[in-house]
């Protein structure tokens, strides 16, 4: 993915929104906080391995940008409340929680995979929206306002069969942004699920370069790949820009709702477009 340089790096101005993101240094998130810096935004990195986080904001930081890293597990209330403690106490506030970890999980009919990474992957997915939402609406609803961007998937509005608990935890997902949106309107935050598209990066990749493990893999990757080879898939970049048009407000009057590619115009940064940066290959495995 293309990262930002000094000249491609919006300078912030006072004060620019503070973003928290989760699953910062997967495909998706890498892509995320790049434009999220190409905009202006301040930005709180978060995911589990500090080491990948270290890397991203050092080269985010050498950009222009202002990061925090937040190492946290997003699914830990603990965790989650105490980089929220943290990134305000950095920056001096929150404005939008772009909810974007999340796993795969098991692959195959749903009584033959193990039942625990079955839950495992509910556990992951359902609660690091849930534990980072809990945190941040303190701060939201003290301030009247705040935005809640969920990173969701058409896996969890249509039957995904073989990936039963990446499906079902997504649907959860979608439901709970719905009921939330109701919850928050009166203190003035919006909350939306998008889903980002085939992207070209993160899970997907990961998934065309793995060994299958068993047929069911195999069918899932070939799948996946049938949609490549249609011209389905959709660059980290573009799905980024999407993410980040919608957490700067272009959908706050849609608050509630599940959005695709196809809802979001596209906004190309008007700046030079870089090479690629020295951890471009981290993420597009
Ligand atoms: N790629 C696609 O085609 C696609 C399509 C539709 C939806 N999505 C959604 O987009 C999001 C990002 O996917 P991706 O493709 O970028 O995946 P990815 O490359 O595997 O990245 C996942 C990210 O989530 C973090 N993470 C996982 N568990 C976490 C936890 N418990 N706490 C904090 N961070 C955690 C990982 O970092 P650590 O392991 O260091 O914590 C990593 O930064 C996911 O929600 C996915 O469902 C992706």
Redesign the pocket.
């Known amino acids: 993915m293309s990262r930002p340089g000094k000249d491609d790096i919006t300078p912030a101005r006072a004060p620019s929104p503070v973003v928290l993101l ?8 890498t892509a995320v906080a790049a434009q999220l810096a190409r905009q202006g935004c301040r930005v709180g990195l ?4 500090a080491s ?1 986080l270290d890397g991203l904001a050092q080269e985010l930081e050498e950009a222009g940008a202002q990061v925090l890293p937040l190492p ?4 830990s209330p603990q965790d989650a409340a105490a980089a929220v403690e943290r990134l305000v106490k950095h920056f001096g506030r929150i404005d939008c929680l772009i909810d ?4 795969e999980g098991p692959v195959g009919p749903s009584w033959e995979v193990p039942l625990d990474a079955w839950w495992q992957t509910m556990h ?1 997915n359902v609660m ?1 929206t849930v534990a980072t939402v809990h945190a941040v609406m303190a701060c939201f609803v003290r301030q009247h306002s705040g935005r809640i961007i969920s ?1 969701s ?1 058409e896996a969890g509005r249509h039957r995904w069969p073989s990936l039963s608990a990446y499906s079902v935890s997504k649907a959860a997902g979608i439901k709970f942004i719905e009921n939330l949106s109701h919850e928050a309107r009166a203190h003035g935050v919006t909350a939306l699920s998008v ?5 070209t ?4 990749t ?1 998934a065309l370069h793995e060994q299958p493990p068993s047929v069911w893999h195999a069918r899932r990757t070939q799948w996946l790949q049938e949609q490549l080879d249609q011209g389905k898939g959709v660059e980290a970049e573009r799905a980024a820009r999407a993410v980040v048009a919608v957490a700067l407000g272009a959908a706050d009057h849609r608050s509630g709702q599940f959005l695709t590619l196809d809802d979001i115009p596209d906004t190309p940064h008007p700046g030079p477009r870089l090479p690629a940066g020295p951890g471009s290959t981290r ?1 597009q495995t």
């Open positions: 989760t699953g910062a240094t997967g495909g998706l998130g978060c995911a589990r391995n990948a946290a597990d997003a699914t974007n970890a999340g796993v992951t690091s990173i998937s889903h980002p598209g085939i992207v990066a993160g899970l997907t990961t993420t």
